[in-house]
């Protein structure tokens, strides 16, 4: 099966071969890489020539040259690629932006600085070679000994300029710039492009990072939440009013950014709690503006003015979260200020467009009205289960095509970040780094392509598992803080069916221990459930005069399941850390549950 990887291809890629790379397990070209190359470009040579050994079992050189020959991959801009192709072919290139050309027995792979080549690289690997990285440990590299190209030409550019799917399984550097993301989880060295960088711990909520209450409360409590009446720092915000506090402020983002000279974002932003200033003039500012915006981005504004002498390529980012989700009546953000939207209270079994979700796009086109840069910060999974189903998949494209259509520049996908082992983490961390890209694809066509990929035989029950409980979740309210006591998709029928499913997966792959792997830890979401809900479910169960689906006891279903949990020796994407955010450990899980 192709790459459907991306879309944006300007010709056929399988049309008459224009040239040759290998023949017969012999390289039949060079790479060429100009003397002024950025250690990104010549990175992205080196890359380029390893997977193409993998593929056909040559072994290509790398020219530092300023010339190119008849035969020759040339990677990044340069004097030979300007001579080979014209300076046109690369010119105004914007950061990100690539360009794939062939003329005769020459390629031209180059993009932007600083990622554009990387991403030009792995674009013309998995487009017109076949490869695909579906995870840090699992990818498909053919082998082809003798290997030729079509004619290309094309010219493209990411949706959005930041784009972090936050998952763990996602935070390999390698990983991230083959497939596209540029977020501050990528850890993107500076050879391999580097990432939008934040100000060093100064990622999101930072209030109190920026002013500790612990040094300062005691000299300067109106600088704090007035509560009912009385200042406090227990579960509360900054003054934001305050002119003092402002300074004071401005004075610590400097401090920090002179000592962040990479940095190129800064976060003022809110506690994650409630608890605003109630004082007169945080007041008046928000009732002015008919929300907790209203103070909350004066103070943002007021700061990023301040540092913009000093730091003019540095944006100061800010959350719409929660108490400020709703946007200013008539206050802007700066321009070098980014408003960053969250949709925590959202039902994600839906579409963000969609009716259910009424007040999130009321925000989310307000915001669009005010702001030169607006940001998403999105969720993708349940934080109080994260194996459990979460059954979102189908609403991944919409919700990015939606947030393209209301002129969002940067998407935040929070998943599990803490473990392996979250629910479908890895599907879903590669076709959120693909729609990322590019979000017109089909999102559903990415979801089998990665099903029959990752998972092999096992992609097609797999498939229809998700349809099923997609199918059984409809018109649930699905959070992403939600304990769903009462989710149809996890009452006894669906789940046996569910069952019935993994179990098939696991069969069709029993001869492959890789592939088995992979299967038995997605198993585990739908046996946590069956574990944690064992009596009620066994109720049901009866009542249904059913089948109950497990032999043995619940305790030695639980040693099961933990001993998969546990993981593999020399395989750590096979151990979970954690089944919910912030504690309990697979084997806490077990013992919570009257396990011995």
Known sequence: MKSICLSFLMVSLWQVPAAVISENGAARTVIVVDPAATAAESYAALQLASTLHQITGAWFE?????????????????????????????AGLGDEELVIRTQGDRILLAGGRPRGTLYAVSRFLQDACGVCWWTAWASRIPRHPTLRTAAMNVRDKPAFEYRDPCWHCGFDPDWSWHNFCNGETSRLTPEQGGCIVYASNYFVHTFYRLVPPEKYFAQHPEWFSLIDGRRTTNEAQLCLSNPDLRDFVVQRVKQVLRQSPEARIISVA????????????????DDAEGSHAGSLLAFVNYIAEKIQPEFPNVAVDTLAYQYTRKPTRALRPRPNVIVRLCSIECDFREPLGGRSNANFAADIRGWEQRADRLYVWDYVTDFRHYLQPFPDWFELGPNIRFFQAHHVRGVFEEGSYESYGAEMAEMRAWVLARLLWNPRQDDRALIREFLDGYYGPAGKPLARC????????????????????????????PLARAEALWRKAELAVADDDELLARVRLGHLGVQYVWLDRWDSLRHECSRAGATWPFTGTRDECARRWLEIAEGIPGKPWTKVGTVREGELTPRQFVSQIGVK
Request: aromatic share 10%; proline share 5%.
């Open 62 to 90: 790398i020219w530092t040259n300023a010339e190119s020959p008849a035969r020759a991959i040339l990677v990044g801009p340069g004097a030979a690629a300007a001579a080979a192709f014209g300076e046109a072919s690369y």
């Open 270 to 285: 809110q506690n994650d709690c409630f608890n605003p200033c109630e004082c007169a003039n945080c007041k008046a500012q």
């Open 466 to 493: 998700l349809e099923l409980m997609h199918k059984e979740s409809k018109g649930f309210d699905l959070t992403c803080l939600d304990a769903s006591t009462n989710a149809p998709f996890l009452r006894f029928k």
